[in-house]
């Protein structure tokens, strides 16, 4: 069974920084893109970050990447995005997704063509 667990949301301060994980079991983690989305109050899913299953090679919203960094420890078979500075607009739900690497590109899984979901975390950002 697949499971892509996300933890680490809550609510915090404008310019207060949060560090999200997913604990990933059930899959060869280093087969798979990893990608984070997220989910405003009425909006849309979008579009993070996601890295590579090898190399380490990152990709992020313009909007995001000076303050978001994505990393992966594959031994420990985990996901993180380290959020620093954050804004009331990032305010959403996140989520932790996988997209197997043989059939996906950069392009499809910023498109959320992803093989597996997580169950979301909040993340409330108070001015």
């Known amino acids: 069974q697949v499971q892509l667990v996300e933890s680490g949301g809550g609510l915090v301060q404008a310019g207060y920084s949060l560090t999200l994980s997913c604990a990933v079991s059930g899959i060869t983690f280093t087969n798979y893109y990893m990608a984070w989305f997220r989910q405003a109050p009425g909006k849309e899913r979008e579009f993070v970050a996601t890295i590579s299953w090898s190399s380490g090679a990152t990709d992020y919203t313009d909007s995001d990447a000076d303050r978001f960094t994505i990393f992966r420890d594959n031994a420990k078979n985990t996901l993180y995005l380290q959020m620093n500075s954050l804004k009331p607009e990032d305010t959403a739900v996140y989520y932790c997704?996988?997209?197997?690497?043989?059939?996906?590109?950069?392009?499809?899984?910023?498109?959320?063509?992803?093989?597996?979901w997580g169950q979301g975390t909040q993340v409330t950002v108070s001015s």
């Open positions: 997704a996988a997209a197997r690497a043989v059939r996906s590109s950069w392009y499809s899984v910023r498109r959320g063509n992803v093989d597996y």
